[in-house]
């Protein structure tokens, strides 16, 4: 019985998503910043509001096809 000596490692799956959500992490931190050095508070949070309502409207969208392939 041979033994295979495989270098183990992270699957590329995995590393896709972990550079994924890196970015998408660093993107949240680093927005309110850059927002604070460049805009007042009112486009600040009308920004926001846009970004939510588009966040909710993803979700929403995403739940509407689950719903139709369960089907």
Excluded at 1 to 14: C, D, F, R, V, Y
Aim: proline share 6%.
């Amino acid at each position: 019985m041979e033994t295979q000596n495989k270098a183990q490692g992270i699957a590329l799956p995995a590393l896709i998503a972990l550079v994924i959500s890196s970015a998408i992490g660093a993107g949240i931190f680093d927005l309110p910043t850059t927002f604070a050095k460049v805009a007042t508070p009112g486009p600040v949070m009308l920004a926001w509001l846009i970004t939510g309502v588009g966040i909710l409207m993803l979700a929403l969208s995403l739940k509407h096809l689950v719903l139709i392939n369960q089907n």
